[in-house]
């Protein structure tokens, strides 16, 4: 695994670098969140391991950016204090282990880490202004291009995520579909479907009151999709 380090203690910070590499893992270190955020602009990591108490910016706002822009990066929390755990297991964490912690400590989750890479997750850290939202796939009503990014539409509301509609299709589940090119349909929250003008499908979901416009393409795949499905049940 390759694993970003970030702790703005020195020796602490050593002390991490020296059980990891024992470990046999590749890692990289920061002593602040700016600068682990600029390492992620040129590397993208399979882990982070994050100090809550650091100035200026806390290991807890720096999760939250860190999932928003590498969605698939594990996070771990490592601190002398007990009372951030809700939080951090609110944030999608995986582990969170109080100091001192043993090399043990670390490779339990490192395990871990290892194991859910396996089992592909399907949640997403999407942000609407300075709130972050970390969405579970079942949660998603459709989601909808917005240049380099999407919207997502969940209970939450809307809340953008830093993916191409194009990388979210190869994201996503067989419980999607795309009706457009602007749109991707979770099949399991329709509530109606309405043919209207040019042969195109009208959605609606249950619980909201939106309504998605397939293109004439999209109600064409669609509905051969849902033809195909009908004959695999026979």
Known sequence: MKILLVDDEHLALSRLERMIGELGHEFVSASSATDALKKMEKTTFDMAILDINMP????????????????????????????????????????????????????????????????????????????????????????????????????????????????MEHLLSDQFFKVHRSYIINLEKIEKMETIEQSKIEFSFYGIDDRIESSKDGAKKFREFMHTLQSDTK
């Open 56 to 167: 200026r910016t806390s290991g807890i706002e720096l999760a939250q950016k860190i999932r928003y822009a590498q969605s698939d990066c594990f996070v771990v929390f490592q601190t002398a204090f007990e009372e951030h755990a809700l939080k951090a297991y609110e944030l999608g964490a995986i582990g969170y282990i109080t100091k001192p912690y043993s090399k043990e400590d670390l490779e339990l989750n490192i395990t871990r880490a290892l194991r859910y890479q396996k089992q592909k997750r399907k949640k997403f850290m999407s942000k609407n202004g300075n709130e972050y939202y970390l969405v579970d796939e079942d949660d998603i009503y459709y989601i909808k291009a917005d240049l380099t990014e999407v919207m997502i539409r969940s209970s939450h509301g809307f809340s953008y995520y830093n993916k191409k509609i194009s990388q």
